[in-house]
C-alpha cells in the first residue's frame, strides 16, 4: 500500500502538470495574435480567442466577482474531500482528482488575476480564457458550440473517467465491525461461556472392578482344593 506521501506526490504532480499547461497555453494565446483565430483542422478545430466571465459552457447566474467566490470554496471543498478520502485512495481516483483540482486552479487564477493582468477590472472580476474551439457542424447544426481551454479539458476527462469507472476507482470504507446498542463491539456468543467437560470414560474402573472379583474367585479356589 502506497503511504500518505506518496499519494501526495501522485495528486499534486497531476495537478501542477496540468496547472503550468494551462496557464501556458493561455498566456500563448492571448499574447500571440496569430493564435488568437486560427484553424487547426478545417471543419473540425480552430483557436478562437474568447474571455468568459461565467462558468463552464458560458453560463452566468451572478457578477463574476460572485462566481469567483463560488469557484474557490468549490475547489477547497473538494480539497478537503480529498484529504479525507486519501487513506482509501488509489492512482486511478488520485490521478483524476489531480485533474480536477489543477483545472479548478487554473480557471481560478484567471478569475484573480486576469482583470488586473488585461486591464478591464479589479480582482476576482477576471474572465477565464477560452480558445479550444470544436467547428463540426452537421447541416446548420453545431455538434459542440462552446469554447473551452486545457482546463477544461482535464476536468472534463477526469469526470467522465469516474463515471465510468468510478466502481473500480473510487475510494470505499472498509466494512465495519457490528456493534451493539451502546457501541461497543460484539463478541462471539460463545466467548467466555463455560464450555461442556469432555466426558470421562468409565473403562477403566470397569477394568478395575472385575480384576479384583477375578482374584477373589481365585482365593475362594485356593481354599477348597477339592471342589
Known sequence: ??????????????????????????????????????????????????????????????????????????????????????????????????????????????????????????????????FIHFTLEVGSYRVFPYIFNVADMGISIAIISLLIFGKWILPHDKPKEKTDGDGTAKEDATAGAPQPEAPVSDTAGSNDATEAENQSIAAETDKNPDN
Not at 501526495?8 to 500571440?32: C, G, M, N, P
Not at 488509489?90 to 486591464?119: E, K, P, Q, S, V
Open 1 to 130: 500500500m502506497r503511504s500518505s506521501r506518496h499519494k501526495i506526490l501522485i495528486l499534486s504532480s497531476t495537478a501542477l502538470i496540468l496547472y503550468v499547461l494551462d496557464q501556458w497555453s493561455k498566456y500563448e494565446v492571448r499574447t500571440t495574435p496569430e493564435l488568437q483565430r486560427l484553424t487547426l483542422i478545417d471543419g473540425w478545430l480552430a483557436f478562437n480567442f474568447t474571455k468568459n466571465p461565467g462558468m463552464a459552457l458560458g453560463i452566468t447566474w451572478a457578477d463574476t466577482w460572485i462566481i469567483s467566490l463560488v469557484a474557490i470554496v468549490a475547489t477547497v471543498a473538494i480539497i478537503y474531500y480529498i484529504s479525507r478520502t486519501l487513506k482509501q485512495a488509489n492512482t486511478g481516483y488520485l490521478l483524476c482528482m489531480g485533474l480536477i483540482i489543477g483545472g479548478a486552479l487554473g480557471n481560478i487564477t484567471d478569475r484573480i488575476f486576469m482583470a488586473r493582468i488585461m486591464g478591464y477590472g479589479s480582482w476576482l472580476d477576471g474572465h477565464v480564457v477560452d
